[in-house]
Protein backbone atom coordinates (compact mmCIF):
# COMPACT_ATOMS: atom_id res chain seq x y z
CA UNK A 1 0.00 0.00 0.00
CA UNK A 2 0.96 3.62 -0.46
CA UNK A 3 2.81 4.81 2.60
CA UNK A 4 2.08 8.15 4.19
CA UNK A 5 4.50 10.91 3.87
CA UNK A 6 6.68 12.64 6.60
CA UNK A 7 7.99 15.96 6.43
CA UNK A 8 11.45 16.65 8.74
CA UNK A 9 10.53 19.51 10.85
CA UNK A 10 14.34 20.92 10.95
CA UNK A 11 16.47 21.25 8.36
CA UNK A 12 20.16 20.64 9.32
CA UNK A 13 22.78 21.62 7.17
CA UNK A 14 26.11 19.99 7.87
CA UNK A 15 28.40 22.69 7.06
CA UNK A 16 26.80 24.24 9.27
CA UNK A 17 26.40 22.04 12.63
CA UNK A 18 27.94 18.74 14.02
CA UNK A 19 24.58 16.69 14.95
CA UNK A 20 21.08 17.31 15.54
CA UNK A 21 18.49 15.16 16.55
CA UNK A 22 15.43 14.73 13.76
CA UNK A 23 12.09 13.47 14.80
CA UNK A 24 9.43 12.45 12.56
CA UNK A 25 5.77 13.64 12.74
CA UNK A 26 2.79 13.00 10.54
CA UNK A 27 1.97 15.98 8.50
CA UNK A 28 -1.09 15.85 7.53
CA UNK A 29 -2.23 19.69 7.86
CA UNK A 30 -2.71 19.45 3.84
CA UNK A 31 -5.98 16.86 4.37
CA UNK A 32 -7.28 18.89 7.85
CA UNK A 33 -6.19 22.34 8.02
CA UNK A 34 -5.74 23.98 4.60
CA UNK A 35 -7.55 21.85 1.93
CA UNK A 36 -11.64 20.60 1.96
CA UNK A 37 -12.66 23.87 2.21
CA UNK A 38 -14.43 25.16 -0.74
CA UNK A 39 -15.78 23.12 -3.83
CA UNK A 40 -12.70 23.30 -5.92
CA UNK A 41 -10.83 21.35 -3.35
CA UNK A 42 -13.85 19.18 -3.17
CA UNK A 43 -13.18 18.96 -7.16
CA UNK A 44 -9.60 18.57 -6.44
CA UNK A 45 -10.10 15.79 -4.30
CA UNK A 46 -12.10 13.50 -6.71
CA UNK A 47 -10.08 14.21 -9.06
CA UNK A 48 -6.95 12.90 -7.60
CA UNK A 49 -8.55 9.70 -6.66
CA UNK A 50 -9.04 9.43 -10.53
CA UNK A 51 -5.71 9.71 -11.18
CA UNK A 52 -4.74 6.29 -10.24
CA UNK A 53 -7.01 4.68 -13.51
CA UNK A 54 -4.56 6.68 -15.08
CA UNK A 55 -1.77 4.64 -13.98
CA UNK A 56 -3.02 1.81 -14.47
CA UNK A 57 -3.74 2.27 -17.79
CA UNK A 58 -1.40 4.37 -18.77
CA UNK A 59 1.44 1.34 -18.52
CA UNK A 60 -0.88 -0.19 -18.78
CA UNK A 61 -0.76 -2.74 -16.21
CA UNK A 62 -4.03 -3.05 -16.00
CA UNK A 63 -4.38 -4.43 -19.86
CA UNK A 64 -1.19 -5.96 -19.40
CA UNK A 65 -0.88 -8.39 -16.70
CA UNK A 66 -4.52 -9.80 -18.00
CA UNK A 67 -3.39 -10.05 -21.70
CA UNK A 68 -0.03 -11.73 -21.35
CA UNK A 69 -0.97 -13.96 -19.05
CA UNK A 70 -4.02 -15.36 -20.45
CA UNK A 71 -4.77 -17.77 -24.57
CA UNK A 72 -5.59 -14.89 -26.62
CA UNK A 73 -2.40 -12.72 -26.99
CA UNK A 74 1.52 -12.67 -26.32
CA UNK A 75 4.57 -10.53 -25.75
CA UNK A 76 7.16 -10.56 -27.62
CA UNK A 77 10.27 -11.33 -25.22
CA UNK A 78 11.50 -7.61 -24.32
CA UNK A 79 12.00 -5.97 -21.12
CA UNK A 80 11.16 -9.36 -19.22
CA UNK A 81 7.70 -9.53 -20.19
CA UNK A 82 7.73 -13.17 -20.56
CA UNK A 83 7.52 -13.87 -17.05
CA UNK A 84 3.77 -13.09 -17.44
CA UNK A 85 3.65 -15.71 -20.17
CA UNK A 86 5.69 -18.02 -18.38
CA UNK A 87 4.67 -17.90 -15.39
CA UNK A 88 8.17 -17.25 -13.96
CA UNK A 89 7.64 -14.02 -12.02
CA UNK A 90 8.43 -13.73 -8.30
CA UNK A 91 7.35 -11.62 -5.20
CA UNK A 92 9.86 -9.11 -6.12
CA UNK A 93 8.68 -9.15 -9.49
CA UNK A 94 12.85 -8.81 -9.97
CA UNK A 95 12.61 -9.51 -14.17
CA UNK A 96 10.05 -6.56 -14.23
CA UNK A 97 12.12 -4.39 -11.77
CA UNK A 98 15.45 -4.44 -13.52
CA UNK A 99 13.86 -3.87 -16.48
CA UNK A 100 12.66 -0.99 -15.59
CA UNK A 101 9.01 -1.90 -15.73
CA UNK A 102 7.40 -2.13 -12.72
CA UNK A 103 4.30 0.31 -14.78
CA UNK A 104 3.43 -3.26 -16.81
CA UNK A 105 3.32 -5.22 -13.47
CA UNK A 106 1.40 -6.49 -10.88
CA UNK A 107 3.11 -4.41 -8.31
CA UNK A 108 1.47 -1.39 -10.19
CA UNK A 109 -2.12 -2.53 -9.90
CA UNK A 110 -1.33 -2.73 -6.09
CA UNK A 111 0.36 0.25 -6.14
CA UNK A 112 -2.09 2.53 -7.76
CA UNK A 113 -5.54 0.27 -6.18
CA UNK A 114 -4.05 1.48 -2.67
CA UNK A 115 -2.70 5.17 -3.99
CA UNK A 116 -6.51 5.27 -5.09
CA UNK A 117 -8.24 3.76 -1.81
CA UNK A 118 -6.45 6.48 0.15
CA UNK A 119 -7.28 9.59 -2.19
CA UNK A 120 -11.25 8.17 -2.32
CA UNK A 121 -11.15 8.03 1.65
CA UNK A 122 -10.19 11.37 1.71
CA UNK A 123 -13.19 12.33 -0.10
CA UNK A 124 -15.78 10.46 1.72
CA UNK A 125 -14.19 11.44 5.17
CA UNK A 126 -13.89 15.15 4.19
CA UNK A 127 -16.15 16.12 1.57
CA UNK A 128 -19.29 16.10 3.31
CA UNK A 129 -18.37 19.09 5.70
CA UNK A 130 -17.55 21.04 2.67
CA UNK A 131 -19.83 24.05 2.03
CA UNK A 132 -20.71 23.78 -1.99
CA UNK A 133 -23.70 23.06 -3.80
CA UNK A 134 -25.76 20.07 -2.26
CA UNK A 135 -26.15 18.07 -5.43
CA UNK A 136 -22.02 18.01 -6.52
CA UNK A 137 -21.50 17.34 -3.47
CA UNK A 138 -23.50 14.33 -3.58
CA UNK A 139 -22.03 13.33 -6.70
CA UNK A 140 -18.56 13.42 -5.49
CA UNK A 141 -19.32 11.44 -2.74
CA UNK A 142 -20.82 8.87 -4.51
CA UNK A 143 -17.56 9.12 -7.16
CA UNK A 144 -15.68 8.64 -4.28
CA UNK A 145 -17.70 5.24 -3.26
CA UNK A 146 -17.57 3.96 -7.21
CA UNK A 147 -13.70 4.39 -6.80
CA UNK A 148 -12.88 2.67 -3.70
CA UNK A 149 -15.25 0.11 -4.98
CA UNK A 150 -13.45 -0.29 -8.11
CA UNK A 151 -9.81 -0.47 -6.39
CA UNK A 152 -10.33 -2.83 -3.91
CA UNK A 153 -12.24 -5.12 -6.92
CA UNK A 154 -8.83 -4.28 -9.07
CA UNK A 155 -7.01 -5.56 -5.74
CA UNK A 156 -8.86 -8.83 -5.21
CA UNK A 157 -9.12 -9.97 -9.00
CA UNK A 158 -5.49 -9.89 -8.51
CA UNK A 159 -4.02 -10.60 -5.31
CA UNK A 160 -7.12 -12.59 -3.43
CA UNK A 161 -6.98 -11.77 0.38
CA UNK A 162 -6.20 -7.94 0.42
CA UNK A 163 -6.41 -5.12 2.58
CA UNK A 164 -9.80 -3.43 2.91
CA UNK A 165 -9.25 0.10 3.50
CA UNK A 166 -11.97 2.38 4.68
CA UNK A 167 -10.45 5.41 6.82
CA UNK A 168 -7.71 7.94 5.61
CA UNK A 169 -4.24 7.37 7.39
CA UNK A 170 -4.60 11.03 9.14
CA UNK A 171 -2.06 9.25 12.28
CA UNK A 172 0.11 6.54 11.38
CA UNK A 173 -1.60 4.16 13.32
CA UNK A 174 -4.03 3.95 10.07
CA UNK A 175 -1.58 3.47 7.92
CA UNK A 176 -1.09 -0.32 9.01
CA UNK A 177 -4.03 -2.83 8.23
CA UNK A 178 -4.17 -6.47 7.95
CA UNK A 179 -5.60 -8.26 5.44
CA UNK A 180 -9.12 -9.55 5.08
CA UNK A 181 -10.74 -12.54 3.29
CA UNK A 182 -11.95 -12.31 -0.22
CA UNK A 183 -15.24 -12.44 1.29
CA UNK A 184 -14.65 -9.21 3.62
CA UNK A 185 -13.46 -7.48 0.81
CA UNK A 186 -16.70 -8.46 -1.78
CA UNK A 187 -18.96 -7.03 1.58
CA UNK A 188 -17.08 -4.08 1.78
CA UNK A 189 -17.30 -3.32 -2.33
CA UNK A 190 -20.94 -3.97 -2.01
CA UNK A 191 -21.73 -1.67 0.33
CA UNK A 192 -19.16 0.95 -1.20
CA UNK A 193 -21.53 0.40 -4.68
CA UNK A 194 -24.73 1.09 -2.73
CA UNK A 195 -23.92 3.99 -1.80
CA UNK A 196 -22.45 4.99 -5.02
CA UNK A 197 -25.71 4.20 -6.55
CA UNK A 198 -27.89 5.75 -4.33
CA UNK A 199 -25.68 9.20 -5.00
CA UNK A 200 -24.43 9.33 -9.04
CA UNK A 201 -25.97 10.74 -11.36
CA UNK A 202 -27.50 9.18 -14.43
CA UNK A 203 -25.83 8.22 -17.47
CA UNK A 204 -26.49 10.63 -20.29
CA UNK A 205 -24.48 12.29 -23.13
CA UNK A 206 -24.02 15.55 -20.94
CA UNK A 207 -21.65 13.48 -18.40
CA UNK A 208 -18.33 14.60 -18.21
CA UNK A 209 -15.84 12.38 -19.57
CA UNK A 210 -13.86 9.53 -17.72
CA UNK A 211 -16.53 10.09 -14.79
CA UNK A 212 -18.51 7.55 -12.77
CA UNK A 213 -22.43 7.60 -13.41
CA UNK A 214 -25.06 5.15 -11.71
CA UNK A 215 -24.92 2.28 -14.75
CA UNK A 216 -21.56 2.68 -13.92
CA UNK A 217 -21.48 1.40 -10.61
CA UNK A 218 -24.15 -0.78 -10.94
CA UNK A 219 -22.03 -2.19 -13.77
CA UNK A 220 -19.21 -2.53 -11.52
CA UNK A 221 -21.62 -4.26 -8.73
CA UNK A 222 -23.11 -6.70 -11.56
CA UNK A 223 -19.47 -7.97 -12.56
CA UNK A 224 -17.73 -7.60 -8.88
CA UNK A 225 -21.15 -10.37 -8.03
CA UNK A 226 -20.27 -12.07 -11.15
CA UNK A 227 -17.24 -12.61 -9.72
CA UNK A 228 -17.75 -13.24 -6.49
CA UNK A 229 -20.72 -15.81 -7.39
CA UNK A 230 -23.39 -14.03 -6.66
CA UNK A 231 -25.33 -14.49 -9.19
CA UNK A 232 -29.08 -13.07 -8.44
CA UNK A 233 -26.72 -9.69 -7.61
CA UNK A 234 -24.97 -9.97 -10.46
CA UNK A 235 -28.25 -10.54 -12.52
CA UNK A 236 -30.18 -8.14 -10.71
CA UNK A 237 -27.66 -5.16 -11.16
CA UNK A 238 -26.62 -5.98 -14.79
CA UNK A 239 -30.90 -5.85 -15.77
CA UNK A 240 -31.12 -1.92 -13.54
CA UNK A 241 -28.60 -0.85 -16.56
CA UNK A 242 -30.10 -2.29 -19.87
CA UNK A 243 -33.53 0.55 -19.58
CA UNK A 244 -31.41 3.36 -20.08
CA UNK A 245 -32.18 4.94 -23.41
CA UNK A 246 -28.68 6.69 -24.12
CA UNK A 247 -26.46 3.19 -23.51
CA UNK A 248 -26.32 0.31 -26.17
CA UNK A 249 -24.13 -1.07 -28.22
CA UNK A 250 -22.80 0.49 -31.26
CA UNK A 251 -24.46 -1.20 -34.49
CA UNK A 252 -20.65 -1.22 -36.06
CA UNK A 253 -18.12 -3.14 -33.99
CA UNK A 254 -15.31 -1.69 -35.33
CA UNK A 255 -16.72 1.62 -34.60
CA UNK A 256 -15.97 0.94 -30.93
CA UNK A 257 -12.11 1.67 -31.58
CA UNK A 258 -12.16 3.65 -34.08
CA UNK A 259 -10.36 6.96 -32.84
CA UNK A 260 -12.24 9.35 -35.10
CA UNK A 261 -15.27 7.97 -33.38
CA UNK A 262 -14.64 7.63 -29.38
CA UNK A 263 -17.47 10.53 -28.42
CA UNK A 264 -19.82 8.24 -30.27
CA UNK A 265 -18.69 5.39 -28.96
CA UNK A 266 -19.62 6.82 -25.11
CA UNK A 267 -23.19 5.32 -25.75
CA UNK A 268 -21.34 1.77 -25.50
CA UNK A 269 -18.52 2.58 -23.13
CA UNK A 270 -20.14 3.22 -19.83
CA UNK A 271 -16.62 3.80 -18.11
CA UNK A 272 -13.58 4.05 -19.77
CA UNK A 273 -9.62 5.58 -19.24
CA UNK A 274 -10.40 8.30 -21.17
CA UNK A 275 -6.57 8.92 -23.06
CA UNK A 276 -5.32 11.97 -24.18
CA UNK A 277 -2.33 13.53 -25.57
CA UNK A 278 -2.68 17.22 -24.27
CA UNK A 279 -4.46 19.13 -21.61
CA UNK A 280 -7.07 20.27 -23.63
CA UNK A 281 -9.79 17.89 -22.22
CA UNK A 282 -11.35 18.51 -18.97
CA UNK A 283 -11.60 15.41 -16.92
CA UNK A 284 -9.77 13.45 -14.47
CA UNK A 285 -7.49 11.26 -17.46
CA UNK A 286 -6.51 14.13 -19.75
CA UNK A 287 -2.92 14.77 -20.46
CA UNK A 288 -2.28 10.84 -19.67
CA UNK A 289 -1.41 8.72 -23.00
CA UNK A 290 -0.90 4.80 -23.11
CA UNK A 291 1.56 2.29 -25.27
CA UNK A 292 -1.05 -0.33 -26.83
CA UNK A 293 -1.13 1.80 -29.57
CA UNK A 294 2.90 1.21 -29.78
CA UNK A 295 2.91 -2.40 -28.79
CA UNK A 296 -0.23 -3.29 -30.98
CA UNK A 297 1.57 -2.02 -34.45
CA UNK A 298 4.05 -3.68 -36.87
CA UNK A 299 7.87 -3.04 -36.07
CA UNK A 300 10.01 0.07 -37.01
CA UNK A 301 6.49 2.00 -37.18
CA UNK A 302 6.08 0.18 -40.37
CA UNK A 303 2.21 1.03 -40.95
CA UNK A 304 1.08 4.42 -40.14
CA UNK A 305 -2.69 3.20 -40.08
CA UNK A 306 -1.54 1.33 -36.80
CA UNK A 307 -0.06 3.99 -35.19
CA UNK A 308 3.22 7.41 -35.54
CA UNK A 309 5.46 5.09 -33.64
CA UNK A 310 5.04 1.03 -33.20
CA UNK A 311 7.32 -1.84 -32.20
CA UNK A 312 5.91 -4.57 -33.10
CA UNK A 313 5.80 -6.05 -28.89
CA UNK A 314 1.69 -7.61 -29.12
CA UNK A 315 0.23 -10.27 -31.39
CA UNK A 316 -2.42 -12.33 -30.83
CA UNK A 317 -2.43 -16.51 -31.22
CA UNK A 318 -2.84 -17.90 -34.22
CA UNK A 319 -5.11 -20.59 -32.11
CA UNK A 320 -7.09 -17.34 -31.22
CA UNK A 321 -7.65 -16.14 -34.65
CA UNK A 322 -8.74 -19.36 -36.10
CA UNK A 323 -11.50 -19.93 -32.77
CA UNK A 324 -13.58 -17.22 -34.23
CA UNK A 325 -15.98 -17.89 -36.98
CA UNK A 326 -14.90 -16.21 -40.47
CA UNK A 327 -18.08 -14.14 -40.62
CA UNK A 328 -18.00 -12.81 -36.96
CA UNK A 329 -17.16 -9.13 -37.57
CA UNK A 330 -14.96 -9.19 -34.53
CA UNK A 331 -12.37 -10.98 -36.23
CA UNK A 332 -11.40 -7.60 -38.24
CA UNK A 333 -9.98 -6.69 -35.38
CA UNK A 334 -7.53 -8.86 -35.89
CA UNK A 335 -5.13 -9.02 -39.14
CA UNK A 336 -2.64 -11.71 -40.80
CA UNK A 337 -1.67 -9.12 -43.10
CA UNK A 338 -0.75 -5.12 -43.46
CA UNK A 339 -0.05 -2.00 -45.74
CA UNK A 340 2.87 -0.55 -44.81
CA UNK A 341 3.87 3.24 -45.47
CA UNK A 342 5.08 2.71 -49.36
CA UNK A 343 1.15 1.09 -49.86
CA UNK A 344 2.91 -2.71 -50.13
CA UNK A 345 1.23 -5.38 -48.34
CA UNK A 346 2.99 -7.57 -45.82
CA UNK A 347 2.35 -11.17 -45.68
CA UNK A 348 1.47 -12.63 -42.32
CA UNK A 349 5.47 -14.72 -42.52
CA UNK A 350 7.08 -11.41 -42.78
CA UNK A 351 4.74 -9.40 -40.44
CA UNK A 352 7.12 -9.85 -37.22
CA UNK A 353 10.70 -11.59 -37.22
CA UNK A 354 10.09 -13.48 -33.79
CA UNK A 355 7.75 -16.25 -35.66
CA UNK A 356 5.79 -16.30 -39.27
CA UNK A 357 2.40 -16.54 -37.62
CA UNK A 358 2.09 -13.52 -36.03
CA UNK A 359 -1.57 -11.96 -36.17
CA UNK A 360 -1.73 -8.16 -34.84
CA UNK A 361 -4.27 -6.87 -32.46
CA UNK A 362 -6.14 -3.64 -34.25
CA UNK A 363 -8.48 -2.66 -31.54
CA UNK A 364 -5.44 0.09 -30.87
CA UNK A 365 -4.98 1.59 -34.39
CA UNK A 366 -4.04 5.45 -33.76
CA UNK A 367 -3.75 7.20 -37.48
CA UNK A 368 -4.81 10.23 -36.20
CA UNK A 369 -2.30 11.93 -33.50
CA UNK A 370 0.91 13.07 -33.86
CA UNK A 371 1.85 13.43 -30.33
CA UNK A 372 0.76 10.01 -28.20
CA UNK A 373 -2.36 8.38 -29.10
CA UNK A 374 -5.50 9.46 -28.32
CA UNK A 375 -7.82 6.29 -28.40
CA UNK A 376 -9.79 5.60 -25.10
CA UNK A 377 -8.99 1.85 -23.64
CA UNK A 378 -12.90 0.66 -22.07
CA UNK A 379 -12.94 -0.72 -18.86
CA UNK A 380 -16.94 -1.40 -18.85
CA UNK A 381 -19.30 -1.77 -21.76
CA UNK A 382 -22.79 -2.46 -22.66
CA UNK A 383 -21.63 -5.71 -24.26
CA UNK A 384 -20.62 -6.49 -20.66
CA UNK A 385 -23.73 -6.20 -19.10
CA UNK A 386 -25.18 -8.68 -21.96
CA UNK A 387 -23.29 -10.89 -21.09
CA UNK A 388 -22.77 -10.22 -17.39
CA UNK A 389 -26.92 -11.12 -17.40
CA UNK A 390 -26.79 -14.36 -19.69
CA UNK A 391 -24.39 -16.08 -17.26
CA UNK A 392 -26.04 -14.56 -14.40
CA UNK A 393 -29.47 -15.80 -15.67
CA UNK A 394 -28.13 -19.44 -16.75
CA UNK A 395 -26.51 -20.03 -13.38
CA UNK A 396 -29.98 -19.06 -11.76
CA UNK A 397 -31.93 -20.68 -13.70
CA UNK A 398 -30.72 -22.35 -16.59
CA UNK A 399 -30.41 -21.38 -20.63
CA UNK A 400 -33.74 -19.82 -20.78
CA UNK A 401 -35.11 -17.82 -23.46
CA UNK A 402 -34.16 -14.83 -21.59
CA UNK A 403 -30.18 -16.16 -21.09
CA UNK A 404 -30.62 -16.78 -25.08
CA UNK A 405 -32.01 -13.51 -25.28
CA UNK A 406 -29.33 -11.58 -23.33
CA UNK A 407 -26.26 -13.20 -25.70
CA UNK A 408 -28.03 -12.86 -28.95
CA UNK A 409 -27.95 -9.05 -28.79
CA UNK A 410 -24.07 -9.66 -28.65
CA UNK A 411 -24.05 -12.43 -31.31
CA UNK A 412 -26.09 -10.22 -33.54
CA UNK A 413 -23.96 -7.54 -33.72
CA UNK A 414 -20.89 -9.70 -34.43
CA UNK A 415 -23.31 -10.92 -37.54
CA UNK A 416 -23.53 -14.51 -36.17
CA UNK A 417 -26.48 -16.61 -35.98
CA UNK A 418 -27.96 -17.70 -33.11
CA UNK A 419 -26.80 -19.69 -30.04
CA UNK A 420 -27.72 -23.51 -30.61
CA UNK A 421 -30.78 -23.67 -29.11
CA UNK A 422 -31.47 -26.47 -26.13
CA UNK A 423 -28.19 -26.16 -24.33
CA UNK A 424 -28.06 -27.53 -20.58
CA UNK A 425 -27.01 -24.41 -18.16
CA UNK A 426 -23.16 -25.54 -18.21
CA UNK A 427 -22.85 -25.97 -21.52
CA UNK A 428 -24.53 -22.29 -22.13
CA UNK A 429 -22.01 -20.87 -19.54
CA UNK A 430 -19.22 -22.12 -21.58
CA UNK A 431 -20.94 -20.26 -24.76
CA UNK A 432 -20.70 -17.31 -22.76
CA UNK A 433 -17.41 -17.34 -21.32
CA UNK A 434 -16.26 -18.33 -25.37
CA UNK A 435 -18.36 -14.90 -26.40
CA UNK A 436 -16.94 -12.82 -23.54
CA UNK A 437 -13.61 -14.13 -25.41
CA UNK A 438 -13.93 -13.15 -28.63
CA UNK A 439 -15.37 -9.71 -27.40
CA UNK A 440 -13.07 -8.53 -25.02
CA UNK A 441 -9.85 -9.60 -26.29
CA UNK A 442 -7.12 -7.12 -25.68
CA UNK A 443 -9.29 -5.16 -22.98
CA UNK A 444 -7.56 -7.29 -20.03
CA UNK A 445 -10.52 -9.75 -19.27
CA UNK A 446 -9.40 -13.02 -19.75
CA UNK A 447 -7.45 -13.64 -17.29
CA UNK A 448 -9.90 -13.05 -14.74
CA UNK A 449 -12.55 -15.37 -16.55
CA UNK A 450 -10.25 -18.11 -16.19
CA UNK A 451 -9.15 -17.52 -12.77
CA UNK A 452 -12.38 -16.61 -11.55
CA UNK A 453 -14.12 -20.19 -13.39
CA UNK A 454 -10.50 -21.44 -12.27
CA UNK A 455 -10.18 -23.15 -15.58
CA UNK A 456 -7.27 -21.23 -16.58
CA UNK A 457 -4.96 -24.70 -15.66
CA UNK A 458 -6.75 -26.41 -18.68
CA UNK A 459 -6.49 -23.72 -20.78
CA UNK A 460 -3.09 -21.70 -20.78
CA UNK A 461 -1.28 -25.42 -21.94
CA UNK A 462 -2.84 -25.21 -24.88
CA UNK A 463 -2.36 -21.11 -25.71
CA UNK A 464 0.98 -21.67 -27.67
CA UNK A 465 2.95 -20.54 -30.56
CA UNK A 466 6.26 -21.53 -31.94
CA UNK A 467 7.65 -18.53 -29.76
CA UNK A 468 6.10 -19.61 -26.82
CA UNK A 469 5.95 -23.68 -27.71
CA UNK A 470 5.23 -24.29 -23.88
CA UNK A 471 3.29 -22.97 -21.24
CA UNK A 472 3.24 -24.19 -17.49
CA UNK A 473 1.09 -22.25 -15.05
CA UNK A 474 1.01 -23.77 -11.15
CA UNK A 475 -2.10 -23.46 -9.22
CA UNK A 476 -0.45 -20.60 -7.22
CA UNK A 477 -0.45 -18.24 -10.87
CA UNK A 478 -4.29 -17.95 -10.07
CA UNK A 479 -3.80 -14.89 -7.84
CA UNK A 480 -0.20 -13.06 -8.33
CA UNK A 481 2.04 -12.48 -4.68
CA UNK A 482 1.67 -9.58 -2.88
CA UNK A 483 4.77 -7.61 -3.51
CA UNK A 484 7.64 -7.79 -1.34
CA UNK A 485 8.04 -4.31 -0.56
CA UNK A 486 4.83 -4.03 0.44
CA UNK A 487 5.32 -6.88 3.33
CA UNK A 488 8.63 -5.12 3.72
CA UNK A 489 6.71 -1.49 4.18
CA UNK A 490 3.60 -3.19 6.47
CA UNK A 491 4.61 -5.30 9.31
CA UNK A 492 1.31 -6.23 9.34
CA UNK A 493 0.30 -7.72 5.89
CA UNK A 494 1.49 -11.21 5.34
CA UNK A 495 1.74 -13.03 1.94
CA UNK A 496 -0.96 -14.97 0.30
CA UNK A 497 -1.04 -18.98 0.08
CA UNK A 498 0.74 -20.44 -1.44
CA UNK A 499 3.47 -17.84 -2.05
CA UNK A 500 4.91 -18.15 1.52
Given at each position: MQRIKYILPLVCLFSLVVSCDLEEEVYSSIYTSNFYKTSSDAEAAITAAYDPIADLYNGPAAVLVSDMSADQTY???????????????D??????RTAGRLFESPQQIWLSCYDGIEKANWVIAKVPGVSMDAARKKEIIGEAF???????????KNFGDVIVKTTPSDVLGNAYVTKSSMADVYKQIYTDLDSAVAKLPTHTASLVKGRASKEAALTLYAKAALYNEDWAKALTNAQAVLPNAYLRLMPNVLDVYDVSKEDLARVENIFAFESESNTSVSGSTSSRSHQMVGLCGPPGSASKQYGLTTFGSFFAYQSFYNSFNPIDKRRLLLDTTYVNNAGATVRQKNITPITPKGVLVKKYMDPVSTSGNVNNIPIFRMADVYLIAAEAEAHLNGATETAYKYIKVVRDRAGL????????????????LQE??????????????????????EVIPLAVSDYYPQRTPQPKNRYFPIPQDELNANTDLEQNDPWK
Open positions: PRVAVSRNTLTLFTYVNYTAQFLRAFYHWMATTDLTPGLNADAFVKAVRSWEFFGEGDRWYDLTRTNTFM
